[in-house]
């Protein structure tokens, strides 16, 4: 019940019987597929905004149509200033190896997933885990391709 988190979303069907149904006939591809395709490439058609996915007695989606203000993370600001900031904005959900890793992306916009896992001592897939969950939650994006793009930091 409440918002759905992409990332710690385990899928269930309502009606078991269905579900199976249409995924022996090769209709769907796995259960909740369609939860992370919603976050994957809702981006693409609004750039800025993020879906909500709400579980209740009737099931809601909010795709917004119109993106929401991009305020980029100035040159002048400390980290502290941004941690801050990022905190005020998410509160509970901004974890401390959430925080470690947008350390790491404010020190080097530049850097890899694997540099940050070496930085940190954890698996580079950890890393990028915690990347697309800060991507999904807007507070960072990828600016250029994955070879020689960059980190930026959002702040609204």
């Known amino acids: 019940m409440g918002l759905i ?7 269930f069907p309502k009606n078991p019987t269905i579900a199976r ?25 609004t750039p800025g905004g993020i879906p909500e996915l709400i579980e209740g007695d009737v099931f ?12 980029v993370v100035e040159p002048h600001l400390s980290w502290e200033e941004v941690r801050n900031k990022v905190r ?7 974890v401390i190896s959430s925080e470690k890793t947008l350390e790491q992306v404010f020190g080097n916009n530049q850097i890899s997933a694997v540099g940050i896992a070496e930085v940190l001592g954890v698996s580079p897939r950890a890393i990028q885990k915690k990347l697309a969950y ?8 990828r600016v250029g391709s994955k070879k020689t793009g960059s980190w930026r930091i959002i702040l609204e």
């Open 60 to 71: 809601k989606t909010i795709v917004p149509l119109r993106a929401r203000p991009v305020i």
């Open 5 to 11: 988190d992409p990332l710690n979303f385990a899928p």
């Open 88 to 94: 005020n904005k998410f509160g509970t959900k901004f």
């Open 134 to 141: 800060l991507k999904v939650m807007g507070i960072i994006d």
């Open 21 to 45: 149904f249409f995924k022996e006939i090769g209709r769907v591809d796995e259960l909740g597929s369609g939860v992370r395709n919603v976050f994957k490439y809702s981006p693409e058609y």
